[in-house]
């Protein structure tokens, strides 16, 4: 099953729970995964990943690769309320929805 999205790519967002909460919790998205109901954040929730030796790696190597967060631990980031907020769908004249803050009302879809 397919899970509806409230972020979308290249959007802050602020992680609200998990392990990833600790130390720098804002992030920009850099892939949406709705299939699983994931998303890899930019900065956040890092594995090691070992890589084996190849042509291109003579010495192998341990890698930092960013790890999918749970899409129910995220919030979208208002840069006027410095927090992560809630989202509010306006329907606008042309017919489309945007989203809006729920709380200071900053659209976040130019």
């Known amino acids: 099953m397919v899970q ?6 290249n959007d802050i ?4 729970s998990g ?18 109901g994931r998303v890899i954040v930019e900065g956040v929730n890092y594995i090691k990943k070992n890589i084996r030796k190849s042509q291109d790696n003579p010495q192998g ?3 930092d690769k960013e790890c999918p967060v749970a899409i129910s631990n995220l919030l979208l980031y208002c840069p006027h ?17 945007a989203r809006h803050c729920k709380i200071c009302s900053h ?4």
């Open 4 to 9: 509806k999205m409230h972020v979308k790519r």
């Open 13 to 16: 967002v602020a992680v609200i």
């Open 19 to 36: 392990s990833a909460a600790t130390g720098k919790n804002t992030g920009k998205v850099l892939q949406v995964l709705p299939a699983k």
């Open 61 to 63: 190597a341990i890698v």
């Open 81 to 97: 309320c410095k927090k992560g907020v809630k989202v509010l769908h306006k329907r606008l004249e042309s017919g489309k929805s």
């Open 107 to 110: 659209g976040f879809d130019a």
